[in-house]
């Protein structure tokens, strides 16, 4: 049985989709983009100011299951140029200290032209 998850601390879905689905024991995040759950702006205009955001967003959501960062399994970034992908990196690696496996690949746009997107398979506490 899935469960959908929803939680205000994250940026609302922008389309017919779920800020993630727990199946089993597992969290699967939708991708997420350094939008403000408050204001539902883009966050930040450097790969830097972006990532953080992204790193909230998808820290809200793992919270909203009682999970966090050194539980996840497998991630996949998308970045808008691979020029970004040492920075990217540097505030991605403070996130996910426990390096679980990870795809990260260029892609010739995003969803409201932002810098980057993540989503992550978590597991459950």
């Keep these: 049985m899935l469960e959908y998850v929803n939680t205000e601390e994250a940026p609302q879905a922008?389309?017919?989709?779920s800020q993630a689905i727990v199946f089993g024991n597992l969290l699967f995040t939708s991708g997420q983009i350094p939008l403000d759950p408050k204001t539902g702006a883009i966050a930040g205009e450097t790969i830097e100011e972006q990532a953080l955001q992204v790193m909230k967003n998808l820290g809200a959501?793992?919270?909203?299951?009682?999970?966090d960062f050194k539980n996840t399994i497998k991630t996949t970034c998308f970045l808008a140029d691979m020029k970004d992908f040492a920075a990217f990196n540097k505030v991605y690696g403070e996130y996910f200290t426990g390096k679980p496996a990870r795809s990260c690949v260029a892609v010739k746009e995003l969803p409201k032209n932002v810098l980057c997107e993540v989503e992550a398979i978590v597991a459950l506490n």
Excluded: D, E
């Excluded at 922008?14 to 989709?17: D, T």
């Excluded at 959501?61 to 999970?67: C, G, H």
């Design 14 to 17: 922008i389309g017919p989709y």
């Design 61 to 67: 959501v793992m919270k909203a299951k009682n999970t």
